[in-house]
């Protein structure tokens, strides 16, 4: 680990916590959440044909969600600020011969990607921030979508048992969406980890950008 392991940005609520930069975690073998392989309710919205692009995929880690997409003939970019993440993301691409883009940003600052999104999932980044820091990230992502864009939220619920590490109330999550969004479907669903035989709860939220 270098001497500025944050690379110069402060710190999220999640790596104060564990005192550890996000790429410390794939730099030990595969991450809790990566299960080799696109989230279920990702696929099942994939086939379904939910996904326009040019798709953003924020905290896409090591881009099984993205290439996913990708492979449907659906134009991805996966940004992440976990740089081991990417590395294995963009082998992955080249290895499948799949068309996804990969690069490093802030999802603080993605108005940096100087770039417009239809359609932007975000599986699993959404519940490791804390109240203080949601409104910035959803400023962020309004950033790089206009009226009429697509979100699809898969993040760890609070109800039932074996919750994951950082569950979240569907009155927060709708309330970090209250101003310039709307809340089209909030319902319960699993996210599949590699320490949950059935998957964790969660929830599955389509949200459209309004204003």
């Not at 081991?84 to 990607?113: G, K, N």
């Amino acid at each position: 680990m270098g001497a500025d392991p944050f690379d110069g940005r402060p710190p999220t609520s999640h790596e104060q916590q564990t005192g550890q930069p996000w790429d410390a975690s794939y730099q030990d073998g595969p991450a809790p959440w990566d299960v080799g392989g696109p989230q279920p309710a990702v696929a099942r919205v994939a086939a379904a044909g939910g996904f326009t692009g040019p798709v953003l995929d924020a905290g896409c880690g090591t881009g099984e969600n993205a290439l996913h997409i990708a492979a449907l003939g659906v134009p991805v970019l996966g940004v992440d600020v976990a740089e081991t993440a990417l590395v294995i993301a963009r082998e992955s691409a080249e290895q499948r011969a799949i068309p996804a883009e990969f690069a490093v940003a802030d999802a603080f600052r993605l108005d940096r990607l100087g770039r417009r999104f239809a359609t932007v999932l975000d599986s699993g980044l959404f519940h490791t921030f804390d109240q203080d820091e949601r409104p910035r990230y959803v400023a962020s992502l309004a950033s790089v979508t206009d009226p009429g864009a697509t979100l699809y939220l898969l993040c760890f619920s609070d109800i039932g048992p074996d919750t994951g590490p950082h569950p979240v109330s569907g009155p927060d999550l709708l309330a970090a969406f209250d101003t310039g969004w709307a809340v089209v479907t909030l319902e319960p669903d699993r996210i599949s980890t590699r320490y949950h035989e059935n998957g964790a709860p969660a929830w599955f939220a389509i949200i459209t950008r309004t204003g």
